[in-house]
C-alpha cells in the first residue's frame, strides 16, 4: 500500500541553491498536486495536473515548476530558493471527481527549510 | 474566490467528552462539497468526513458528525467520546463540484487530555 510517495522527508538548501522534491503514486490516479503548508496556514495549491503532459498553476505558483511525464510522476522543481519557501511541502492524487466523494490521497510530506 | 475560516486556532477537551470545532466559508457557488481533516503529529492528511451541499442531512461517521448550516454558510465538526489518538490538527476544506482545488482553512489543534 505505497499510495503516494514523497522525498525527501526533510532538506535544508541555502539560499540560492535548487532542488527537486519527488512524489510519485501508484493508484493510476490522473489528478496529482502540490500544496505548500505554512504554520499556522491551510494548505495552499502551488500546481495541478490532470494527466500526463497537462499541468495548471494554482494560488501559490511563483518560484516553482512542475512537469508531468507520466501517469505515476509529478516532480515539483524549486529554482534559487528563498526563504520565503521554507515550508511544509505536500503531494496529492485523485481520480477525477473521485477528490469530490473520497478526498485526496495525501503523501506524507517534506519539511524545506530554507537558511 | 472561495475562503474557508477556522477561529479557533487551538482547542483542548477531556477524554471521553464531546468538543465541537467551527468553520464557515464564503462562496458563491451552490453545488460543492465540505471535509473536514485530520493531521497528527506524523503529518497524513487523513479525511474524517465529507458533506454534500445539496444534502440536508448532516453526514455521521461513528463518532463524528457535522452540524451543516447551507444558508449560514457554517460547516462545524463534533467529536464524541474523545479518545487521546484524536489530538491532532484538524482542517476544514472547500471543493466546488466542478472544481479541482480544495481550499483550506487555517486549522484547529486539538489537544484530548487524558
Known amino acids: 500500500n505505497a499510495g503516494v510517495t514523497q522525498t525527501p522527508k526533510f532538506r535544508i538548501l541555502k539560499i540560492g541553491q535548487s532542488m527537486t522534491l519527488q512524489c510519485t503514486q501508484d493508484?493510476?490516479?490522473?489528478?496529482m498536486y502540490w500544496y505548500r503548508q505554512d504554520p499556522g496556514m491551510g494548505l495552499k495549491l502551488i500546481y495541478y495536473s490532470v494527466g500526463a503532459g497537462i499541468t495548471d498553476k494554482g494560488e501559490v505558483p511563483n518560484g516553482y515548476n512542475v512537469s508531468r511525464s507520466t501517469t505515476e510522476d509529478f516532480p515539483l522543481r524549486l529554482e534559487l530558493a528563498a526563504p520565503s519557501q521554507t515550508s511544509v511541502y505536500f503531494c496529492?492524487?485523485?481520480?477525477?471527481?473521485?477528490?469530490?466523494?473520497?478526498?485526496?490521497?495525501f503523501g506524507s510530506g517534506t519539511r524545506l527549510t530554507v537558511v | 474566490a472561495q475562503t474557508v475560516t477556522q477561529s479557533q486556532p487551538e482547542m483542548s477537551v477531556q477524554e471521553a467528552e464531546t468538543v465541537t470545532l467551527s468553520c464557515t466559508y464564503d462562496?458563491?457557488?451552490?453545488?460543492?462539497?465540505l471535509f473536514w481533516y485530520k493531521q497528527p503529529p506524523s503529518r497524513q492528511m487523513i479525511l474524517v468526513i465529507r458533506?454534500?451541499?445539496?444534502?440536508?442531512q448532516n453526514a455521521t461517521e461513528n463518532r463524528f458528525s457535522v452540524n451543516f448550516q447551507k444558508a449560514a454558510k457554517s460547516f462545524s465538526l463534533k467529536i464524541s467520546d474523545s479518545q487521546l489518538g484524536d489530538t491532532a490538527m484538524y482542517f476544514c476544506?472547500?471543493?466546488?463540484?466542478?472544481?479541482?482545488?480544495?481550499?483550506f482553512g487555517t486549522g484547529t489543534s486539538l489537544t484530548v487530555i487524558p
Open positions: 462562496t458563491s457557488e451552490s453545488n460543492y462539497y
Open positions: 496529492a492524487s485523485s481520480y477525477p471527481r473521485t477528490g469530490l466523494i473520497y478526498g485526496y490521497t
Open positions: 476544506a472547500f471543493i466546488k463540484n466542478t472544481g479541482n482545488q480544495f481550499y
Open positions: 493508484m493510476n490516479h490522473n489528478y
Open positions: 458533506q454534500e451541499a445539496y444534502k440536508q
